[in-house]
């Protein structure tokens, strides 16, 4: 299916990322229908939107005659059926159950037009676990906003062995139409790209400070004065072409044979170091 193809989108779940997934949508000129088994969840979903669109307002990124316009776009609804049966592409944002979401795609399947394209927000999850819920296993993909969607340019496309290259590019060129930066994984891995990053620096910031090497407070120093200036320009591997390969490798040879590779660091080191992880 082409881009210009798509033109309603459904947002099942309207919870702290779904109501940002459909306000991102909605902005870009979509239709989108936000579903959801509450209605008070639905309603303070469109409260949410309509506060997170003042806030763009007050900023100068948003017009102030666009905010009933977006709002204008969001059609909430109470039903799976409703929300889905005449939709090019659907967003699933609901709870991290593998049966849930199994369920909930094996209907999406059977209420969804057979061209529909079904998106889900995971970011744990494996798209190909729900496609094999469905008969459309080729039609469905990962596409994981990060929180808050309206904020945050990244996206991850996840694909599976059965995801065509058209699926691919359309969700590419769907999501860059809304100003976003897919980064497209061609394999799936636990945690995919943002997330299994993040966890590595995790893991060795724990560790460095379990060793006694430093305080969790100097750690975030050398993150957030240091390491995060850079990479919001720039990512490891611009840097390090910056610097010259043979340069990093030479630094390499000295620093990775000593960093944190076990796959076990207890609660009871986590505490006792005085790191907080929330």
Same mark, same amino acid.
């Given at each position: +299916? ?14 702290? +990322? ?36 003042? +806030?763009?307002?007050? &900023? ?24 889905? =049966? ?8 609901? &709870? ?23 998106? *889900? ?6 798209? $190909?676990?729900?496609?094999? @819920?469905? !008969? ?8 994981? &906003? ?13 694909? *599976? ?8 590019? *359309? ?11 897919? #980064? ?30 430093? #305080? ?12 995060? !200036? !850079? =990479?919001?320009?720039?990512?490891? &591997? ?6 010259? =390969?043979? *340069?990093?490798?030479? @630094? ?8 944190? $590779? ?7 080191? !986590? ?8």
């Amino acid at each position: +299916m082409l881009a210009e193809r798509i033109e309603r989108i459904a947002v099942i779940g309207a919870g702290l +990322m779904g109501h940002g997934i459909a306000q991102e949508f909605a902005s870009a000129g979509y239709q989108v229908f936000l579903a959801d088994v509450c209605d008070d969840k639905l309603q303070q979903a469109l409260k949410s939107i309509e506060g997170n669109l003042r +806030m763009l307002v007050t &900023f100068g990124v948003l017009s102030p005659d666009r905010v009933a316009a977006v709002l204008d776009n969001i059609v909430p609804s109470l039903t799976l059926r409703e929300a889905a =049966w005449n939709v090019d592409l659907v967003i699933e944002s609901v &709870f991290e159950n593998l049966e849930l979401k199994q369920n909930l795609f094996r209907e999406l399947d059977a209420v969804c037009p057979e061209h529909t394209i079904l998106g *889900t927000n995971s970011s744990a999850i494996m798209p $190909s676990q729900l496609a094999e @819920a469905t !008969r459309r296993p080729e039609k469905v993909v990962g596409i994981h &906003f990060f929180n808050p969607p309206y904020l945050v340019p990244l996206v991850e496309v996840v694909t *599976t062995e059965r995801t065509p290259e058209a699926i691919v590019d *359309t969700a590419i060129a769907v999501l860059r139409k809304l100003g976003k930066k897919p #980064a497209v994984l061609r394999k799936e891995v636990p945690g995919f790209l943002a997330n299994r990053l993040q966890a590595a620096l995790l893991r060795e910031a724990i560790s460095l400070v379990a060793k006694g090497v430093a #305080a969790p407070e100097n750690v975030d120093y050398a993150i957030k004065y240091g390491l995060s !200036r !850079r =990479w919001a320009v720039a990512g490891v &591997f611009e840097l390090f072409d910056l610097a010259g =390969w043979d *340069t990093v490798l030479a @630094a390499a040879s000295y620093i990775l044979p000593d960093l944190e $590779s076990s796959n076990d660091t207890s609660c009871s080191e !986590r505490k006792s170091s005085g790191a907080n992880l929330e």
